[in-house]
């Protein structure tokens, strides 16, 4: 799910099969900030579309081994642009440039990729997924591990520990701290110090 606060919307990636197979089932759809749905069929055709990012008028979504590029204003697929070597795309986020960075969780890989040109930037981040880039650096959940990486490509690991491996992740204010998620059903806060508390435990109430 992104929000977007040009559109004031949120847009929901719908895998809709297996989160593996290339089955034309997947698409995007709009809602409101209230949780009614505006599109339920703002983009259909697309496998298994997972993380988005936005760049001015463009959206940018995984799907499984490529990224689509939707024209935001008429919600077309302006491009479709296959990753040489990808598995399982999963996280995207964008630069103030508009530089595109794209995790392969089976792969362990995050991609760079400047104008619809993808290339490996990172490899052996093992299980890597939730990414998201802030003032210079790029940020990532690799395995149960948070991870800062600088324009040079060196790694820091901020915080690790993690029950699970993280999925999603967002900033909170301007100070560093982050709220993680893990895919089986963990919410984490992550303050700039390392340190993290436990949120929410959902594990096997869904």
Known sequence: MLYH???????VSLIDGDGATKDGQGGVAVLNLDGSVKDQNWVTGMNAPKGMASYKDLLYVADITAVAVIDMETGNVVNEI?????????????????V????????????????NKPTVFLENASNVNG??????????????EL?????????TVLAKGFELGGDGLEPVGNNGDFLVTCWGGLVYYVK???????LMDVRGKM
Do not use: C, H
């Open 5 to 11: 606060a040009g559109n004031d919307v949120l847009y």
């Open 82 to 98: 296959e990753f040489p070597g990808a598995v399982f795309l999963n996280d995207v986020t964008v630069d103030n440039d508009g």
């Open 100 to 115: 595109v960075y794209v995790s392969d969780t089976r792969t362990g890989t995050i991609y760079q990729m400047r104008n």
């Open 131 to 144: 990414l998201k880039f802030i003032k210079g650096n790029l940020y990532a959940l690799v395995g149960p």
């Open 147 to 155: 991870w800062k990486i600088d324009a040079n490509k060196k790694s």
């Open 192 to 198: 700039a110090d390392g340190s993290f508390e436990k």
